[in-house]
C-alpha cells in the first residue's frame, strides 16, 4: 500500500495504525474480500475519523457485496469555505474512471457490428495529427490496442504532433490521447459528433439501461445543481462549473470527463460483476490480460499490477484478481475495484487531491484494497 502515491501522482504523507472496529448487532453488515464483516455503523464512524483527522473535504463511496449495493453513504462538505454538506445527490468528477465506463460503450459498439475491435482505426477515420517519421506504424492501432494503452501515443499530446514511443501492440503507454481518436472513430461512425450527441449516444447504449440517471461526459443541469466544488492542495475551493482553460463542459472527453457519484458509478462496476449488458465475448475481452506488464514496468514493481486489460487495470490478489482504475484530476481524484471471484467492488469519488491517503486508511479497515 505504501506505493498509492505513485498512481496517483502525489505525496503520500501518512501511514496509518488499525482502528478499532466496533459493532451492533442489529447493524447492516459488509463483507471485505478477506471473509470478515464490519457494520454500517462502524464503518460510518471509521469514514468519520478518516476525513476528519486528514483533511478531507468530501467523500462518496459504495461497496459491493454478492454483486449487490451493500453500502453507500457521503461524509464532508461540498464547499470547504461554505461549509454545504455533500448529499447522495451530489455529484463529483469521476477524471479516468471515464476510460473503463467508456471501454464498455466501445464494447457495445462492438457487439452491435459498429466497430471491429482489430481493424485498423485509420481505415475508419485518419488521425490529422500524427508526425511524418511515425505515420506508418501509426497505421496498426485498433481499438483493443487503444483500450489496452499499446498505441505508443502519449498521454496527452497538447497540440503537437504524435510522434509514437514504440511499435503499436508490443509495449504499453497509458494513453487518454488514444482514447479521444477512438472516440473520435465512433462519433464519425455514428454521425454524432463529439458533443452533446455523442453523450446522448453513450446514456443510450451505457447509463440508461444500467439506471445511471445522473452520470454525463458533458455538462447538463443537473451537474449544475449538483456538482460538488473540487479543493486544492491548500483545501482551498477552486470551481464546480466548466472553467476557462479546462474542460469547457461541451466535449465529449472520452479520458476524463465523466461526472458520477458512487452508487451510480457502482451500477457500471455490477454490471461488470453480473456481466450484463455486453456478449460473454467481450466481457472475456475486457477482463482478459491484454497486456502483460515486464518485471521492470513501474506499475509492477511500485503498485503490483500484473497487467491491463481492455479498460481495466489487473492485480493478482490471494483471493482473486483486482480489476481497477484511478482517476486524477487533481482537485477531484476516483478509485475503483473489483474482484469477480468474492463479487466485491468498491468506487470512491472526492472532491480533493487525498484519494491515497483514504485508500491508505480504509485499508485498515477493509482490508487491502488497492
Known amino acids: 500500500m505504501r506505493h498509492i502515491k505513485n498512481f496517483f501522482g502525489i505525496p503520500l504523507l501518512f501511514f496509518f ?14 463483507e471485505i474480500p478477506e471473509g470478515k464483516t464490519i457494520t454500517h455503523t462502524a464503518l460510518d464512524r471509521g469514514i468519520e475519523n478518516i ?34 454538506s455533500v448529499t447522495k445527490q451530489s455529484i463529483f468528477e469521476g477524471a479516468s474512471l471515464s476510460k473503463p465506463i467508456f471501454a464498455y460503450f466501445v464494447m457495445k459498439m462492438v457487439d452491435s457490428g459498429v466497430l471491429d475491435l482489430d481493424r485498423p482505426l ?3 477515420l485518419p488521425h490529422p495529427g500524427i508526425a511524418p517519421e511515425s505515420q506508418e506504424d501509426y497505421k496498426l492501432i485498433t481499438a483493443r490496442m487503444v483500450l489496452a494503452h499499446q498505441t505508443g501515443f502519449p498521454n496527452h499530446a497538447n497540440g503537437k504532433p504524435i510522434q509514437l514511443a514504440f511499435t503499436p501492440g508490443t509495449d504499453f503507454m497509458y494513453s487518454g490521447e488514444a482514447y479521444q481518436y477512438l472516440a473520435a472513430v465512433i462519433g464519425m461512425l455514428k454521425g454524432v459528433g463529439m458533443g452533446k450527441d455523442m453523450n446522448d449516444l453513450f446514456q443510450k447504449e451505457v447509463t440508461e439501461p444500467l439506471q445511471m440517471e445522473h ?6 443541469d443537473y451537474l449544475h445543481n449538483h456538482k460538488v466544488y473540487g479543493h486544492d492542495k491548500g483545501l482551498n475551493p477552486t470551481a464546480n462549473k466548466p472553467v476557462a482553460g479546462r474542460w469547457s463542459g461541451k466535449t465529449f472527453n472520452a479520458f476524463s470527463s465523466v461526472h458520477s457519484e458512487a452508487s451510480e458509478y457502482a451500477k457500471f462496476i455490477i454490471a461488470m460483476l453480473k456481466r450484463e449488458g455486453l456478449s460473454s465475448a467481450s466481457f472475456d475481452a475486457m477482463l482478459k490480460e491484454e497486456t502483460h506488464f515486464s518485471e521492470d514496468n513501474p506499475l509492477k514493481k511500485e503498485i503490483g499490477q500484473t497487467g491491463w486489460g481492455l479498460g481495466f487495470a489487473q492485480k493478482i490478489r490471494p483471493n482473486g484478481t483486482m480489476h481497477m482504475h484511478t482517476g486524477n484530476n487533481h482537485d477531484f481524484q476516483a478509485y475503483t475495484m473489483f474482484i469477480p471471484e468474492k463479487e466485491y467492488g468498491l468506487v470512491v469519488f472526492t472532491n480533493c487531491g487525498k484519494m491515497p491517503i483514504f485508500l491508505e486508511e480504509i485499508s485498515n479497515i477493509l482490508g487491502e484494497q488497492f
Open 17 to 30: 495504525s488499525l482502528m478499532p472496529i466496533g459493532a451492533l448487532s442489529q447493524d447492516k453488515t459488509v
Open 215 to 220: 452520470t454525463s461526459f458533458v455538462w447538463d
Open 51 to 84: 476525513i476528519k483527522e486528514k483533511d478531507i473535504p468530501g467523500i462518496s463511496i459504495a461497496i459491493i457485496n454478492k454483486n449487490e449495493l451493500a453500502y453507500h453513504n457521503v461524509f464532508g462538505v461540498a464547499n470547504s469555505e461554505t461549509k454545504e
Open 122 to 124: 485509420h481505415e475508419y
